[in-house]
Nanobody, 114 residues
Framework: QVQLVESGGGLVQAGGSLRLSCAAS????????MAWYRQAPGEQRELVAS???????KYADSVKGRFTISRDNSKRELYLQMNRLKPEDTAVYYC????????WGQGTQVTVSS
């Protein structure tokens, strides 16, 4: 059972930045695609960004140009650099594979004030 621990969230003003980290209990080598998701209150969880083992990256249109996903397989970590944050980015952020087939972690709360 892979465990995922997200961290780095917090309260930030609009226009600010945060860097999220996700630590996995197993190696990310061989995991084709990792992803960040978020879930705002009353909303469904949505995929925000994904990165393959060859560093092919995709972003949701809503975060394109502001967020940067990266991974460090040797450290078993996934990152999300979030710049120019907006109030609509407020959500709990999670990491998982692109198939979301690992047990979800607790997530990390990101709150952006206007």
């Amino acid at each position: 059972q892979v465990q995922l621990v997200e961290s780095g969230g917090g309260l930030v003003q609009a226009g600010g930045s945060l860097r999220l980290s996700c630590a996995a209990s197993r190696s990310l080598f061989g995991v084709t695609t990792m992803a960040w998701y978020r879930q705002a209150p009353g909303e469904q969880r949505e995929l925000v960004a994904s990165i393959t083992s060859r560093s092919n990256i995709k972003y949701a249109d809503s975060v394109k140009g502001r967020f940067t996903i990266s991974r460090d397989n040797s450290k078993r970590e996934l990152y999300l650099q979030m710049n120019r944050l907006k109030p609509e980015d407020t959500a709990v952020y999670y990491c998982n594979t692109d198939y979301a087939n690992w047990v979800w972690g607790q997530g990390t709360q990101v709150t952006v004030s206007s």
